[in-house]
T-cell receptor, first 112, second 112 residues
Framework: DSGVTQTPKHLITATGQRVTLRCSPR?????VYWYQQSLDQGLQFLIQ???????AKGNILERFSAQQFPDLHSELNLSSLELGDSALYFC???????????FGPGTRLTVT | GENVEQHPSTLSVQEGDSAVIKCTYS??????FPWYKQELGKRPQLIID???NVGEKKDQRIAVTLNKTAKHFSLHITETQPEDSAVYFC???????????WGAGTKLIIKP
């Protein structure tokens, strides 16, 4: 157990819908990262927050947005969902940027 | 920006043999190099890391070597076992205020 929690574990929804994925980092970690992993693909970095502020952006679609709250938990919002958004979404946390990242168990999103 | 290339994308070895995965980074200021293992359907987990002040680090059957001049680092797994089958990711960072830059991953298959 890495100490990073993600909810929900599984999510099945229809195209065009909007969902919110939630992540709670390890105690003491200030950075939260979001990754997308499609079947048999690598880790696609989406976005990073550090102590409530956006720190870095990767290949995140405009339909996707995220935020980190004062208690340091983070949410990833995915809207106007498409079939191609079906993937495993991981959250990771670290003390700072560039440090060891601890991954949560992931949320498996299926868009039908 | 920083780029990390990882080879091979797939590696198949006989059980008991050794496996080597290599990563090349572009930014000579990088000083932290972790390796993550991701088993099927699970989260990536750190298995070993190295900082630029050392050239090699070992932990039982796994080792990482770093060649700063050539800007590459490698993961070595000896006496491979079926449970070593997984996807392995390398990454590089310039330090605590910089992001981890990820390689594309190597799928390691251990043949019985």
């Amino acid at each position: 157990d890495s100490g990073v929690t993600q909810t929900p574990k599984h999510l099945i929804t229809a195209t065009g819908q909007r969902v919110t994925l939630r992540c709670s980092p390890r105690s003491g970690d200030l950075s939260v990262y979001w990754y997308q992993q499609s079947l048999d693909q690598g880790l696609q970095f989406l976005i990073q927050y550090y102590n409530g502020e956006e720190r870095a952006k990767g290949n995140i679609l405009e339909r996707f947005s995220a935020q980190q709250f004062p208690d340091l938990h983070s949410e990833l919002n995915l809207s106007s969902l498409e079939l191609g958004d079906s993937a495993l979404y991981f959250c990771a946390s670290s003390v700072g940027s560039g440090d060891e990242q601890y991954f949560g168990p992931g949320t498996r999103l299926t868009v039908t | 920006g920083e780029n990390v290339e990882q080879h091979p994308s797939t590696l198949s070895v006989q059980e008991g043999d050794s496996a080597v995965i290599k990563c090349t980074y572009s930014d000579s200021a990088s000083n932290y190099f972790p390796w993550y293992k991701q088993e099927l359907g699970k989260r990536p987990q750190l298995i070993i890391d190295i900082r630029s002040n050392v050239g090699e680090k070992k932990d039982q059957r796994i080792a990482v070597t770093l060649n700063k001049t050539a800007k590459h680092f490698s993961l070595h797994i000896t006496e491979t076992q079926p449970e070593d089958s997984a996807v392995y990711f390398c990454a590089a960072s310039k330090g605590s205020n910089y992001q981890l830059i990820w390689g594309a991953g190597t799928k390691l298959i251990i043949k019985p």
